[in-house]
């Protein structure tokens, strides 16, 4: 996928058992970016945009990922488009569903208390070695050392856009060119995958992605503007 993952396992299970749930978390994500890299010749998504393999043809993965894309296009007034670059690309919501997933399969498979992380979107449950309930930082996006807040709980998903390492490679899908206005957009909610593709498309939104944000039920948000203002919603769960 192009970034680090990281996962931690905060269950007292046997060392051979946390082994093999690491091993299984990574196995998938491992497998999802065989499958789905728009950098990788031979994958399902590059072979389908290429037309080499017809969508009835594909997996049942790539097929369900492609219909929830458009989905999150009609939901985003556009916003949020996977054929954004003018071929297929539905990276904005292929790695937080990944990382749902994964999280998912550990929890089904015992491992009540986790943290995966990957590349800054990041899946908690339950709670950490400390027994206290997970803190996740996000980064601040002009130090890479430092954060902009930090944010606890015990079932969270939380999912940062921005443009503070690739540059401004959101496009705005109606004008065709680098979204601005905001450098950095955190959303914060039940669903990985949904979280990723929502800062996703607010980022390609500019200053309206605000607005669009507060108005969108049962998520939280923290946004940095590119003049360096930080806004949050206010049930925003930040640790004391």
Not at 214 to 219: A, R, S, T, V
Request: hydrophobic letters at 45%; aromatic letters at 6%.
């Amino acid at each position: 996928m192009g970034t680090v993952i990281s996962l931690d396992l905060a269950d007292d299970l046997p060392a051979a058992e946390l082994d093999g749930l690491a091993g299984d978390a990574f196995a998938w994500l491992r497998e999802v970016d065989a499958r789905f890299s728009t950098y990788r010749a031979d994958s399902e998504v590059c072979r389908v945009d290429r037309g080499e393999l017809p969508l009835s043809a594909a997996g049942a993965d790539l097929r369900d990922v492609l219909a929830r894309c458009a989905e999150l296009w009609r939901v985003t007034d556009g916003f949020f488009d996977a054929y954004v670059t003018g071929r297929l690309d539905p990276s904005g919501y292929v790695k937080g569903w990944a990382v749902q997933v994964a999280s998912d399969r550990l929890l089904a498979a015992g491992a009540a208390n986790h943290c995966l992380n990957a590349g800054g979107d990041v899946r908690v449950r339950g709670r950490s070695h400390t027994g206290r309930p997970w803190r996740i930082g996000v980064r601040h996006p002009w130090d890479a050392m430092s954060t902009c807040l930090v944010l606890t709980g015990t079932d969270l998903a939380v999912a940062t856009s921005g443009v503070y390492e690739r540059g401004h490679h959101v496009l705005d899908p109606r004008r065709g060119v680098p979204a601005r206005g905001l450098r950095s957009v955190t959303v914060v909610g039940p669903d990985l995958g949904l979280a990723d593709a929502y800062a996703t498309a607010a980022v390609a939104m500019g200053p309206a992605g605000v607005g669009w944000l507060d108005g969108l039920p049962g998520h939280q948000h923290a946004v940095v503007t590119d003049d360096a203002r930080l806004l949050h919603s206010t049930a925003l769960p930040l640790a004391g």
